[in-house]
């Protein structure tokens, strides 16, 4: 398993100390420059007016703003967009921006090419793991994003990869997209999703950045969660409960429980029984999501009136239990559902 970074010299994941020490800056001051524009949507030398014609010219023959480009670029009737980037070594991975019912627009961004966490029910963890994304092939997703559809309001960890297996590349993703004197996006704004490892979570907790946290579940049942998500053999639910405690606690954040539910596997009344023997005493939401086709997997989406006695069952045993609305669906964009598909499968706009 190659888990090897490639080098590259794009300048989108660099903060600006790291620019002055790099480029062959007249004067100091010039890093801060260029970052700025960078997070005002430069993505060439040839713009940034204030640099000489002959530093912009040095810049452009030795270093590239970005390492990577969009290759396709879907649209879903619902106004879901996914993106398809090529990065630097030929690999692909997908951004999808999910818009609201009060219009604010969301990131999914990936961290991974690939996946290797192997959830039964996820086409990303079907189609294996190559390497982590450096910060700049992260941030890129965001930047490209943003200059497709607009400013974005919010970003999560949820795309393609397991964020807490690269959260060197993540931090350093946050540390530049929060920074005032860049995009200054919000720390509130932020969402990172796992599968549920213990170790990472307890990280995030200890060291930051203090960020909102969502944990997918999908079952409180030992067993068929070990079924469904591997990373429980290893991470068992038990200590992942004393993880999102010690996360909410040493936080004061509200953590959020992701369930995929698949018609007659984890929607039945037992199901409900434990999820919430699993939430109680826990500072969390329960997000149900109804679970997206992909083919060759063998689940069903569950009909409406399934999922709707599943979130029922829940919130008579006290839970605080809402449905996420389906998006991106018609353009494999909706969770789970990411993964490199043939072009000919696709819808161009
Ligand atoms: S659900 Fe997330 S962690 Fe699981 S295989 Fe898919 S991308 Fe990986």
């Given at each position: 398993?190659?888990?090897?970074?490639?080098?590259?010299?794009?300048?989108s994941g660099?903060?600006?100390?790291?620019?002055?020490?790099?480029?062959?800056?007249?004067?100091?001051?010039?890093?801060?420059?260029?970052?700025?524009?960078?997070?005002?949507?430069?993505?060439?030398?040839?713009?940034?007016?204030?640099?000489?014609?002959?530093?912009?010219?040095?810049?452009?023959?030795?270093?590239?703003?970005f390492s990577t480009?969009i290759?396709?670029?879907?649209?879903?009737?619902?106004?879901t967009v996914k993106l398809q980037i090529e990065l630097?070594?030929?690999s692909m991975v997908e951004t999808v921006l999910l818009?609201?019912?009060?219009?604010?627009k969301t990131a999914c961004v990936s961290c991974q090419v690939g996946c290797?966490?192997?959830?039964?029910?996820?086409?990303t963890?079907?189609?294996?793991?190559?390497?982590n994304l450096e910060a700049a092939e992260i941030i890129e997703q965001f930047y490209h994003l943003e200059d497709s559809v607009?400013?974005l309001d919010n970003i999560v960890f949820m795309g393609m990869g397991e964020p807490l297996l690269n959260l060197?590349a993540i931090r350093k993703t946050i540390a530049i997209l929060t920074?005032?004197?860049?995009r200054?996006l919000?720390?509130?704004r932020i969402t990172i999703s796992t599968?549920?490892?213990?170790?990472?979570?307890?990280?995030?907790?200890?060291?930051?950045?203090?960020v909102r946290?969502a944990?997918?579940?999908?079952?409180?049942?030992?067993?068929?969660?070990?079924?469904?998500?591997?990373?429980?053999?290893?991470?068992?639910?038990?200590?992942?409960?004393?993880?999102?405690?010690?996360?909410?606690?040493?936080?004061?954040?509200?953590?959020?429980?992701?369930?995929?539910?698949?018609?007659?596997?984890?929607?039945?009344?037992?199901?409900?029984?434990?999820?919430?023997?699993?939430?109680?005493?826990?500072?969390?939401?329960?997000?149900?999501?109804?679970?997206?086709?992909?083919?060759?997997?063998?689940?069903?989406?569950?009909?409406?009136?399934?999922?709707?006695?599943?979130?029922?069952?829940?919130?008579?045993?006290?839970?605080?239990?809402?449905?996420?609305?389906?998006?991106g669906?018609?353009?494999?964009g909706?969770c789970?559902q990411l993964g490199?598909?043939?072009?000919?499968?696709?819808?161009?706009?």
């Amino acid at each position: 398993m190659n888990t090897e970074h490639p080098a590259t010299s794009a300048l989108s994941g660099m903060d600006s100390v790291e620019m002055a020490a790099l480029l062959p800056l007249d004067k100091p001051f010039r890093a801060k420059q260029i970052y700025r524009w960078i997070a005002n949507g430069a993505r060439n030398f040839e713009v940034m007016t204030n640099l000489s014609a002959s530093l912009r010219d040095e810049l452009s023959s030795r270093f590239t703003v970005f390492s990577t480009s969009i290759s396709q670029t879907l649209t879903d009737t619902d106004g879901t967009v996914k993106l398809q980037i090529e990065l630097s070594d030929g690999s692909m991975v997908e951004t999808v921006l999910l818009t609201d019912e009060k219009g604010r627009k969301t990131a999914c961004v990936s961290c991974q090419v690939g996946c290797p966490m192997g959830c039964a029910f996820c086409q990303t963890g079907h189609i294996g793991y190559l390497r982590n994304l450096e910060a700049a092939e992260i941030i890129e997703q965001f930047y490209h994003l943003e200059d497709s559809v607009g400013k974005l309001d919010n970003i999560v960890f949820m795309g393609m990869g397991e964020p807490l297996l690269n959260l060197r590349a993540i931090r350093k993703t946050i540390a530049i997209l929060t920074d005032p004197e860049g995009r200054g996006l919000s720390k509130r704004r932020i969402t990172i999703s796992t599968s549920g490892l213990c170790e990472g979570i307890i990280s995030l907790a200890d060291e930051g950045p203090t960020v909102r946290l969502a944990v997918s579940l999908t079952t409180a049942n030992s067993e068929l969660r070990k079924s469904l998500m591997p990373v429980t053999l290893s991470n068992p639910l038990p200590e992942l409960k004393k993880a999102i405690a010690y996360f909410s606690g040493k936080t004061g954040s509200r953590v959020t429980l992701e369930a995929a539910v698949m018609a007659g596997v984890n929607t039945d009344e037992l199901s409900a029984q434990e999820m919430a023997s699993f939430a109680r005493d826990l500072n969390v939401h329960i997000n149900i999501i109804p679970w997206n086709p992909v083919s060759g997997l063998p689940f069903t989406t569950p009909t409406n009136k399934e999922v709707r006695a599943f979130v029922h069952a829940l919130v008579r045993l006290g839970l605080n239990a809402t449905v996420r609305m389906r998006r991106g669906k018609s353009i494999q964009g909706a969770c789970g559902q990411l993964g490199s598909r043939p072009t000919e499968e696709r819808n161009d706009i």
